[in-house]
């Protein structure tokens, strides 16, 4: 254990921090990439990692969806809309291994996403990454 690795960004590796001040939640910044929320290309059939070991990160648990703001709906406190979720499509990891809690799942968000609330110093000790494989059926979406 101890303080982790710092990421290094790759073809299929974003490491992942978060700018608090760019909106009222904060936005997402990618290594190697300009601003916040960056455009980023990816290819069918392919699996990224988003690495979410910078401390930044804290609090903040990547969630993947097909529309802007997620599942938070096209208003404010609107219906829920479609979040990336299939078995086969995403994998969070803590530690490089799949999460084994009762409560994974296909995804294994529901043992990620807690850890995100544990004491910072806590946190920091582990690793955590989400790996995206695209489909052609999500790109349809």
Known sequence: SGAQAPCTPSNNTFCMSLDVYASETGYYEFAGFEGVS????????????FDQTDPSNWYHAVGFAYYPDG?????????????????????????????????????????????????RAAWMEKA?????????EMADK
């Open 128 to 136: 955590y990454t989400a790996e995206l494989t695209v489909s052609q």
């Open 71 to 119: 599942a938070h709906g096209a208003t404010w406190g609107g219906e829920e809309r479609d979040e990336v979720k299939g078995a086969g499509e995403l994998l969070y990891k803590i530690n490089g291994a799949a999460t084994t809690c009762p409560d994974a799942g296909d995804t294994g968000l529901d043992c990620y996403e807690p850890e995100f609330f544990y004491p």
């Open 38 to 49: 960056p455009n980023i290309t990816v290819k069918i059939g392919e699996t990224y990692i």
